[in-house]
């Protein structure tokens, strides 16, 4: 008798995507956003305006990590 593939787990698969996608989101809103900023205004405000919007993506990973631990709490597995 053959071997059965294992099932797919698709949790896991929905919690790495999520992670790939919440990465992705931070890394476009600093470097483009900052890239933006100082081809527009030039390097001094793409300075300011890189740490605004470093401080808005660590506000955005924090929310995601809270959901992560309520969701770790709340799950079954």
Not at 61 to 74: C, D, S
């Amino acid at each position: 008798m053959p071997d059965q593939p294992l099932p797919t787990n698709y949790r896991k698969t929905r919690r790495d995507e999520e992670r790939k996608l919440v990465i992705l989101v931070i890394l476009v809103l600093i470097v483009v956003g900052t890239g933006l900023i100082g081809l527009i205004w030039g390097a001094g405000a793409a300075l300011l305006g890189g740490l605004c919007l470093l401080g808005g993506s660590a506000l955005i990973g924090g929310l995601w990590l809270l959901l992560n631990l309520v969701q770790k709490f709340v799950d079954d597995d």
